[in-house]
T-cell receptor
């Protein structure tokens, strides 16, 4: 199936630092979603993007739908300990109707 | 709390057995999606139902089946279980067919011994 390449796989940062992660693909996506998953829980939707070039914020989180429609970026500013978790990108591939394809996740560790 | 509920939270069973996982979507949501999450494969889409009808299939094995009932809750049936079926199984729901904002339940952790 289609793959989303999410990077980095893991990040270790200090509290207060900014974080960037991204997802790329060789295919065109119509929608990009970003989720956060805490251990033992289900993914929680953070941001949804529907148009190429769209930039959307949710508090300290900002995500962008790449102009080529083949990538998306998530930035977290001024990280805090509760930002720890796994961040997933998910995309709706053009022509795939209802199916979401997920990246493998970025594990974020924040050192207080 | 996403509003999506799943039971049971944990399930331990033996190879060859059959289990049923249950999901109740958010109030008013018509679409239910099932996902499998394992360490090596990540989150894999299994199947989607909309208002009782199957709408999309992903990487779902023939040993697995699902249905959505008139009250919109859904069940995922896993049979002839193998060790490799051990994983987290998530249900997600969305408000309308094709809505891409999916809200996930807390998951069922299945361990096959």
């Amino acid at each position: 199936g289609q793959q989303l390449n999410q990077s980095p796989q893991s990040m270790f940062i200090q509290e207060g630092e900014d974080v960037s992660m991204n997802c790329t693909s060789s295919s065109i996506f119509n929608t990009w979603l970003w989720y956060k998953q805490d251990p033992g829980e289900g993914p929680v939707l953070l941001i949804a993007l529907y148009k190429a070039g769209e930039l959307t914020s949710n508090g300290r989180l900002t995500a962008q739908f790449g102009i080529t429609r083949k990538d998306s970026f998530l930035n977290i500013s001024a990280s805090i300990p509760s930002d720890v978790g796994i961040y997933f990108c998910a995309g709706q591939l053009r022509g795939s109707n209802y199916k979401l394809t997920f990246g493998k996740g970025t594990l974020l560790t924040v050192n207080p | 709390d996403s509003g999506v509920t799943q039971t049971p939270k944990h399930l331990i069973t033996a190879t060859g057995q059959r289990v049923t996982l249950r999901c109740s979507p958010r109030s008013g949501d018509l679409s239910v999606y099932w996902y499998q999450q394992s360490l090596d494969q990540g989150l894999q889409f299994l199947i989607q139902y909309y208002n009782g009808e199957e709408r999309a299939k992903g990487n779902i094995l023939e040993r697995f089946s699902a249905q959505q009932f008139p009250d919109l809750h859904s069940e995922l049936n896993l049979s002839s279980l193998e060790l490799g079926d051990s994983a987290l199984y998530f249900c997600a729901s969305s408000a309308r067919q094709g809505a891409y904002e999916q809200y996930f339940g807390p998951g069922t952790r299945l361990t096959v011994t």
